[in-house]
């Protein structure tokens, strides 16, 4: 998973040393999977039906209990025929196991997480102010969760961990769910997403010291895995960006540096946000949106919203995967391209015109053409993602 951590797994004590010589151990483990909370839904909740928010905390925890345990159960059951490598061959800890032999023995040092997203909008709905304005609601909420965690991994023998969930797609996900219950509420759903775990908004007007300080808080309540990032302008003192990643490797965080930056790809003007090129009028405009993690490119050419899928290469070609917002029908394979500029035009799916069957269909086609190029000797490798 992104940004997952591994807690401490003793060589001897398992999940407590034995002794203060006993090791923990990193290498060679996993997390077996992770159930986010929708924390400002269960507020709400407990708010419509009058009742104690931890009360209706605890159900959805204990709910999230049983899915793991089930998960957990379900995953001992596999024989390590399943994966030879990991489990037989030594891929994994412990996996030197017989073909025939169930994999539950080598589950233990194996971590299981409480996903958490959108605190900034639990504290919004709690009293209408930002984690960075506040905060204090929601780090007694992750301490709750933390010391009820800590409990039930002694009961049931399995290494849970809290993780600030991403929510790639899950922070627009998250707020659908909300806004067909209760509505629209600002700041807390009238977005068409949510915070990532423990993150400030980020519309939030701040510099990078606040940033890293106000985050700095919930740090060591995520065990199961967090990120602490700041964005930069392009331009941006260098020097200063050091400074700040110094600061933050001091304070122990996992640290994220994410830069912004358009560019023309007619007369390759830069600055940090254009549609149109001031210098030569060109609407051949790429924005960088992100340089740290995933790579986020967004395309501005002729009204069109596009946006890099993938390159793939060849033992003869480039092509280079462009996904294109309109309203022709695709998807549209360049055939008999002889250089490295050819182009592979498929429709693009956008978050506010809902999901479709498009992407799928482009991911069908792609991969079938794909195919056929490995078979004729031209394709090295390559697949389509997700769009």
């Known amino acids: 998973m992104c940004r997952a951590f591994l807690s401490p797994w003793y060589e001897k004590g398992g999940m407590h040393p034995a002794d203060e010589n006993d090791k923990p151990i990193f290498e060679g483990r996993f997390n077996l999977g992770v159930v986010s909370l929708h924390l400002p839904m269960i507020l709400a909740k407990s708010r419509r039906e009058s009742k104690d928010f931890y009360e209706v905390l605890d159900y959805y925890l204990e709910l999230i209990r049983g899915l793991h345990k089930r998960t957990y159960d379900y995953i001992g059951e596999l024989r390590a025929s399943v994966n030879p490598v990991a489990f037989c061959e030594g891929g994994l800890l412990g996996g030197n196991l017989n073909p025939t032999e ?3 023995s080598i589950l233990p040092p194996m971590t299981m997480s409480y996903g958490v997203t ?3 909008e639990l504290q919004r709905l709690y009293n209408g102010k930002s984690i960075r304005e506040d905060g ?4 007694d909420v992750m301490k709750y969760i933390n010391d009820y965690t ?3 991994k002694e009961e049931d023998h399995i290494l849970y961990a809290i993780y600030g969930t991403p929510a790639e797609s899950l922070c627009g996900l998250q707020v659908e769910q909300f806004r067909k219950i209760y509505g629209i509420i600002e700041n807390v759903s009238d977005k068409p997403y949510v915070s990532n775990s423990f993150h400030c908004h980020v519309a939030e007007q701040m510099s990078p010291i606040e940033k890293q300080d106000k985050e700095g808080r919930f740090w060591n309540l995520f065990n199961g895995g967090k990120i602490q990032y700041c964005r930069y302008n392009l331009g941006y003192n260098k020097e200063a960006i050091k400074t700040l990643i110094l600061r933050a490797m001091e304070k122990g ?3 994220g540096v994410n830069l912004a930056m358009c560019y023309c790809e007619d007369c390759g003007y830069q600055q940090v946000e254009m549609d149109s090129c001031p210098k ?3 609407k051949m405009i790429t924005k960088i949106d992100r340089m740290n993690g ?3 490119f967004t395309r501005v050419h002729n009204g069109f919203h596009c946006g890099t899928l993938r390159k793939s290469l060849y033992k003869k070609y480039v092509f280079l995967v462009i996904k294109i917002e309109n309203d022709e029908q695709g998807p549209f394979i360049c055939e008999n391209v002889e250089d490295d500029k050819g182009q592979i035009y498929v429709p693009y799916y956008d978050r506010k015109y809902g999901r479709n069957e498009v992407r799928d269909t482009v991911i069908k086609h792609y991969n079938r053409y794909m195919r056929e190029l490995v078979k004729k000797g031209i394709l090295v490798d390559t697949y389509a993602e997700d769009c």
């Open 102 to 104: 169930k994999i539950k």
């Open 118 to 120: 959108a605190l900034n």
């Open 136 to 139: 204090q609601f929601a780090l």
């Open 150 to 152: 800590n409990r039930i």
């Open 253 to 255: 965080f996992y640290e």
């Open 280 to 282: 030569c009028g060109s």
């Open 294 to 296: 995933y790579l986020g």
